[in-house]
């Protein structure tokens, strides 16, 4: 007679087969990357407001504040300065103090009618000069000011 097959035998094959486990694994996945950044838009965050203490007299002597007026005109202390020529300034300023570019400080103090893309613009150059610690300077949120601001 010729060989036996394994049901003849009486053994049983155990093999899991797999290919419906990848199917459904890819189709989860497919999903997961088409619904993942329709939950991030759109979500509404109220930031925390915070009060902050001022900035002692002594450290705001040793920083460089460059900042914008609501015309969008850019000063560093009460010199102004077009965008082009903020960068060498910056640079200027903090190697005049004894300090490498990458440990000066610099503050940026904007207007609040300024619009965001010019402050970016500013923010870059700031950063193209080397400066790797940049702060933003704001006025600290009394009771009145937060209300009104709640109203609009």
Known sequence: MGMKSNNERGTLLS??????????????????????????????????????????????????VVTINDKGEIFIEKGKYSLSQLRVEIRKLIINQGKRIEDGDVFLRADADV??????????????????????????LSSNSSQTRQKK
């Not at 970016?120 to 704001?138: D, Q, R, S």
């Open 15 to 64: 093999e899991i087969n797999v290919t419906p486990f990848v199917d459904v694994m890819l189709v989860l996945l497919v999903i997961f990357m088409v619904t993942a950044p329709i939950l991030y838009q759109g979500v509404d965050v109220n930031l925390p407001k915070i009060e902050s203490k001022p900035m002692p007299a002594a450290e705001r002597e040793r920083k460089v």
């Open 115 to 140: 619009p965001y893309g010019d402050v970016m613009e500013v923010m870059a150059e700031i950063k193209k000069a080397g400066v790797k610690k940049l702060g933003l300077v704001t006025e600290p």
